[in-house]
């Protein structure tokens, strides 16, 4: 998977913790990635492109050994492939895309006759490929199902990411360092993306030996009212995020989670700490 650049993380988590919109960061990043998948999708398609019938699949799918494009000029996505088909091998990618391919080829011939005709034209630095209605649609279709892959990744990176990062700026601004099991019973740490009895919180933090906190962080909330319930399941016992519904917060509340938007992060946190007489320090952003 293609790492997240850090000024591109740290743009998000400054955004984040500032109560000010991130998404125009993720935006950013999710167009110049979608723009460098059309350009090797075109280029692929240029390379490949001849007169002989069915030139798509034989060479773009079958013929092929970058899996991900296979998948996306078989107009479909990895996940589809994997819950289809319980596995996405290359050769079953070949397989899937190649009936999904000719799925298409049909629906297209099919179209009635006052559908629109689309035609491309590339322009490339030695040559012109001119690709006909069909090739067109395919070409597009293909642009979509890059275009989800995307964005699917650099959200999922945006909360793997960001999230971790996020944490480690609030306790660092707490002064709770980083710690490990076998340190000193006494002291006051953190551990991130800790799995316990069966399940994975994004950190937790001990004190004199014991469990005293799980931590849960999420991006997105207010967009995806489903996280609240995820947050619950993990008996997580302090749930940051960006925003929620009113009706998830009180939803968590009764499960005995306490919700804190992110932008309030550090204030909260710390009085809470701070009333459990944990040894945290006072945040200077928040010094009156």
């Known amino acids: 998977m293609k790492m997240v650049p850090e000024d591109y993380v740290n743009e998000v988590v400054k955004a ?8 125009e960061y993720v935006l950013r990043e999710q167009h110049k990635r979608t723009l460098e998948a059309l350009k090797k999708l075109v280029l692929e398609v240029a390379k490949s492109k001849s007169y002989e019938r ?40 070949r397989q899937t895309c190649s009936a999904n391919y000719d799925t298409m080829i049909s629906l297209f011939e099919d179209l009635p006759e006052d559908s629109p005709k689309i035609f491309m034209r590339i322009s490339l630095k030695d040559k ?38 996020i944490l480690e700026k609030l ?16 002291e006051l740490y953190y551990q991130l993306e800790r799995v316990s009895e069966g399940r994975e ?23 995806n009212p489903e996280i609240g319930n995820e947050a619950i399941a993990r008996r997580c016992d302090i749930f940051l995020v960006d925003d929620l519904t ?19 992060a550090l ?22």
């Open 246 to 264: 009113s009706l998830m917060i009180e939803q968590a509340r009764q499960h005995g989670v306490k919700v804190i938007l992110l932008k309030d």
């Open 267 to 288: 204030k909260e946190l710390y009085e809470i700490f701070s009333k459990e007489g944990l040894p945290v320090k006072k945040p200077s952003v928040i010094v009156s």
């Open 128 to 165: 012109m490929i001119e690709l006909d209605n069909i090739e067109t649609l395919l070409l597009l279709f293909s642009i979509i199902s890059a275009g989800g892959t995307v964005r699917g990744g650099v959200w999922s990176e945006v909360g793997k990411k960001a999230g971790s990062r």
């Open 201 to 223: 919180t994004d950190a937790e933090i001990f004190y004199k030996g014991k469990r005293i906190h799980r931590v849960e962080i999420k991006l997105l909330g207010i967009g």
């Open 54 to 93: 069915d030139w798509w699949k034989k060479k773009l799918i079958l013929e092929n050994n970058d899996k991900e494009l296979i998948i996306w000029f078989g107009g479909l996505n990895e996940k589809t492939i994997r819950n289809w088909m319980g596995s996405a091998t290359l050769d079953i990618c």
């Open 171 to 186: 306790f660092y601004e707490l002064d709770i360092p980083k710690g490990v099991l076998s340190q000193d019973f006494r």
């Open 16 to 23: 984040v913790l500032e109560g000010r919109k991130f998404r």
